[in-house]
């Protein structure tokens, strides 16, 4: 069940690839289409479509031969979703938890961060406790240590000594927010969000000018010579230190994702309507740092 256009796009084209390679291999999966509207409530789409047949990109159900056993195989529904970006994961489980004609769940979650803020904790286990996780750790439970230090490790092999060292450029850009301009970024934390702008910046002062613009200030509020003097104070004085500090963090992204998928699993548990349910490891956290999965059953 996705719900971009663009990416049930693709998937179909992928999916009519890998139909033209088994067309003669007697397949017995079928993909089935069920569209998902943006702001849909969990669980909430068309009941007709995952039975009607054909289409773009969902569900693989076992097809199973004539005869009573492919019968009562074909209703084995498995609704999956490797990456299931925000919500979807949330919305998948409620799909299962409140449909008979779902057999089987396997989802794998993905931007925490774009989790609504009551999405978490689902369970009544985890409420009772009243945990919670701001949208700063669900974005860090997004990354992996390994994978993280993987682009200082080629660098320094390869010797590019002329690549930037983005590790300051966000903390400097809320000293300049702060000290610069007077923004009390305690207090508008959530709003002052700049995503990938330093990917796509060659250096310290570019980044700061497209952040500001982006962020709604004039991007020549501050001098460049302020910004290079920014730069050399903080990189002669506290690069070593962010950067111990960012290894810290990174260390407990496991734990973060961790606590995430326990309380899916307990949240499917505590519905009474899977027989078995399991956390995965789906893939290798150096690859896909998002690598827990939900796997459950009737």
Request: charged fraction near 25%; include cysteine; hydrophobic fraction near 45%.
């Amino acid at each position: 069940v996705e719900g971009s256009a663009l990416i049930t796009a693709g998937a179909a084209k992928r999916h009519a690839n890998v139909s033209r390679l088994f067309r003669n291999a007697g397949g017995q999966h079928e993909l089935r289409t069920a569209w998902l509207a943006q702001a849909a409530p969990a669980g909430e789409f068309d009941p007709g479509v995952l039975r009607s047949g054909g289409g773009v990109a969902e569900s693989a159900g076992e097809r199973g031969d004539d005869g009573a056993d492919g019968d009562a195989r074909a209703h084995r529904t498995v609704l999956t979703g490797l990456h299931a970006c925000g919500d979807l994961t949330t919305t998948a489980i409620g799909a299962f938890v409140n449909r008979s004609d779902l057999w089987g769940l396997v989802c794998v979650g993905c931007c925490y961060h774009l989790m609504a803020d009551g999405a978490f904790p689902a369970s009544r286990h985890m409420r009772q406790r009243e945990l919670h996780l701001s949208r700063h750790l669900r974005m860090l439970a997004s990354k992996a240590l390994e994978r993280e230090l993987r682009p200082h490790a080629d660098a320094a092999a390869t010797a590019d000594a002329d690549a930037p060292d983005r590790t300051l450029w966000r903390p400097m850009l809320t000293l300049v927010l702060r000290d610069s301009l007077g923004v009390d970024v305690r207090a508008r934390h959530a709003e002052l969000q700049v995503g990938r702008v330093a990917h796509r910046s060659a250096s310290w002062v570019a980044y700061a000018r497209a952040a500001l613009a982006q962020l709604g200030f004039d991007p020549d509020a501050v001098c460049e010579t302020e910004l290079l003097e920014l730069e050399r104070r903080c990189s002669a004085h506290d690069l070593l230190r962010v950067k111990k500090l960012e290894v810290l963090r990174l260390a407990l992204a496991p734990a973060v994702e961790a606590a995430i998928a326990l309380d899916r699993l307990l949240h499917v548990l505590e519905s009474g309507q899977a027989s078995a349910a399991w956390i995965v490891r789906m893939f290798d956290a150096r690859e896909s740092p998002r690598c827990l999965g939900i796997v459950c059953h009737r």
